[in-house]
């Protein structure tokens, strides 16, 4: 029995493809492949499916179908707290303080993953009380009373439960996507001329803040130890974009992505990503992350062509007007 032509646009794409596999007291046997497609040669192809790849010739093929992409699977809540974790490290505020397994944070109003509370287990208190208290923090520091959570977390669950809603005026985005991918051993393109000092210059600076930091700007982008501020220029020394890297334990997490209006679609927002992947890697690193507005539709496809996956999401809940 010949095998049906496989339309050429599924190559690449998730499919469902049904083979047969032999034969049985004399009935054909089928069974079904599910993941992506790719080819092998003109006699065979092969579907990626979560448990290995499956290599089918084309003459056992009877039918095949592209599907929806596969839910993400859920990473473990302990997983999502250690990454949360080593992300603030990575993204330190200028006030740290505990809260039972909470951390209140502020930092001037710099950035809402610097302002306010991160919520990653038990705050020690009833809920009321340890939702008074981040009110109090926000207070004596100046910033917004805002609980950052992991959703679908216990946490996000309490919190809302106390009436806290999604704090829909937050600037960046309120929903944000916590993305990894293996560092990979690859160098930048070629004829990419890009600078990983340790330090922030005064053009890195002018790029991500449009000019001199603020104590509170400083403490976050430049408080992290072991860090490097990349600067891409051109041949004649122009700034073209800038990228912050910064290893916490076995990651990097890099940050501050940025390529000038003028100079975009070129390559070099991904040359960017991948000196600072290299750079992290020399220092033990073994998995990129980064963090991305749900909104930002543009970055988050940028990442996903780069083997970037979604680990986890948080947003911030703000108490009810």
């Known amino acids: 029995m010949g095998g049906v032509e496989i339309p050429e646009e599924l190559v690449g794409a998730r499919v469902a493809l049904r083979h047969r596999i032999g034969d049985r007291d004399g009935r054909p046997l089928f069974t079904d492949a599910v993941g992506e497609l790719s080819a092998e040669g003109s006699g065979a ?7 290995g790849p499956v290599r089918v010739e084309r003459s056992a093929v009877v039918a095949v179908r592209a599907v929806p992409p596969a839910p993400p699977r859920r990473a473990p809540l302990a997983a999502i707290v250690r990454l949360e974790g080593l992300c603030a490290d990575a993204w330190p ?29 038990d705050p020690g208190l009833p809920m009321p009380s340890a ?19 992991p959703v679908g977390s216990p946490w996000d669950r309490a919190v809302a439960a106390e009436g806290w809603v999604l704090d829909v005026g937050h600037a960046k985005g309120a929903e944000v996507s916590v993305l990894v991918a293996p560092v990979a051993d690859a160098e930048p393109p070629l004829g990419a001329h890009i600078e990983l000092p340790s330090g922030p210059s005064d053009e890195w600076w002018q790029l991500a803040v449009g000019g001199p930091p603020t104590p509170a700007q400083h403490q976050v982008l430049a408080g992290a130890p072991d860090s490097a501020f990349g ?15 910064t290893v916490v334990d076995d990651h990097v997490h890099i940050s501050m ?11 070099h927002a991904t040359a960017l990503l991948t000196a600072a992947g290299s750079w992290g890697r020399e220092r033990g690193a073994r998995w990129a992350v980064l963090q991305v507005a749900l909104k930002n539709d543009g970055a988050r496809a940028l990442y996903d062509r780069l083997g970037y996956v979604e680990h986890h999401r948080y947003r911030y809940l703000v108490p009810p007007t």
Do not use: S
């Open 257 to 267: 992505l940025e390529v000038v209006p003028a100079a975009r679609r070129r390559g």
């Open 131 to 149: 939702l008074d208290g981040v009110r109090r923090f926000a207070r004596e520091h100046g910033v917004p009373a805002r609980v950052q959570v």
């Open 231 to 245: 600067v891409l220029r051109d041949p004649d020394g122009a700034v073209l974009g800038q990228v912050r890297a």
């Open 93 to 121: 505020a200028q006030v740290d303080r505990p809260l039972g397994a909470w951390r209140l944070r502020a930092a001037g109003g710099y950035t809402g993953r610097a302002n306010g509370a991160l919520a990653l287990g």
């Open 45 to 51: 192809v092969v579907v990626h499916t979560r448990r």
